[in-house]
């Protein structure tokens, strides 16, 4: 994961001024109220980052954002609520739990219990129904498509490398 965090890095820039980072114990605060433990890098994205899209494209679900208009749990619920084509799928466990979207409305999942160091993402079509498995984590994932290097049917190269929030 720290290499491909590094790779992040100089890929996109962190913003010096981030909005939506989490403080010291929030992270244990979030996964306690959700009941969801978040993989290992899904966090440090959060940490470098805040709030904000990839290539302007890709936008982290942050549970630490801080719009008025946004309400983190409540926008998880509409989303699973909202992927009800997924929900038929072969791959669709209840457990599954979105971590990002796109700006088409597709939504990357990942399996929660699962290892949070070595972990597969569900990347859900919403406009086909298709789904993709990727066995990398987040980071990985980002970086691979940042690059033009990810193998998807659902999700394009971005056209820029910029972080904005």
């Given at each position: 994961?720290?290499?491909?965090?590094k790779?992040?890095?100089?890929?996109?820039?962190?913003?010096?001024?981030?909005?939506?980072?989490?403080?010291?114990?929030?992270?244990?605060?979030?996964?306690?109220?959700?009941?969801?433990?978040?993989?290992?890098?899904?966090?440090?994205?959060?940490?470098?980052?805040?709030?904000?899209?990839?290539?302007?494209?890709?936008?982290?679900?942050?549970?630490?954002?801080?719009?008025?208009?946004?309400?983190?749990?409540?926008?998880?619920?509409?989303?699973?609520?909202?992927?009800?084509?997924?929900?038929?799928?072969?791959?669709?466990?209840?457990?599954?739990?979105?971590?990002?979207?796109?700006?088409?409305?597709?939504?990357?999942?990942?399996?929660?219990?699962?290892?949070?160091?070595?972990?597969?993402?569900?990347?859900?079509?919403?406009?086909?129904?298709?789904?993709?498995?990727?066995?990398?984590?987040?980071v990985?994932?980002i970086?691979?498509?940042?690059?033009?290097?990810?193998?998807?049917?659902?999700?394009?190269?971005?056209?820029?490398?910029?972080?904005?929030?």
């Amino acid at each position: 994961m720290r290499n491909s965090t590094k790779t992040l890095n100089k890929i996109y820039q962190p913003p010096p001024n981030k909005t939506g980072a989490p403080l010291k114990n929030d992270w244990f605060r979030v996964e306690k109220q959700i009941g969801v433990s978040f993989p290992s890098d899904f966090k440090k994205i959060i940490e470098d980052y805040g709030s904000g899209c990839f290539g302007s494209f890709l936008f982290l679900l942050n549970p630490f954002e801080n719009h008025a208009d946004y309400d983190y749990l409540n926008d998880i619920n509409q989303i699973i609520d909202a992927d009800m084509d997924f929900k038929s799928h072969r791959h669709f466990s209840k457990e599954l739990f979105p971590l990002a979207s796109t700006e088409n409305g597709d939504t990357i999942y990942f399996k929660p219990g699962s290892s949070i160091e070595s972990y597969e993402l569900y990347v859900f079509d919403s406009r086909r129904g298709n789904v993709e498995i990727h066995p990398i984590p987040l980071v990985q994932f980002i970086v691979e498509w940042s690059l033009g290097r990810l193998k998807s049917n659902i999700i394009e190269a971005p056209d820029n490398t910029h972080f904005k929030q």
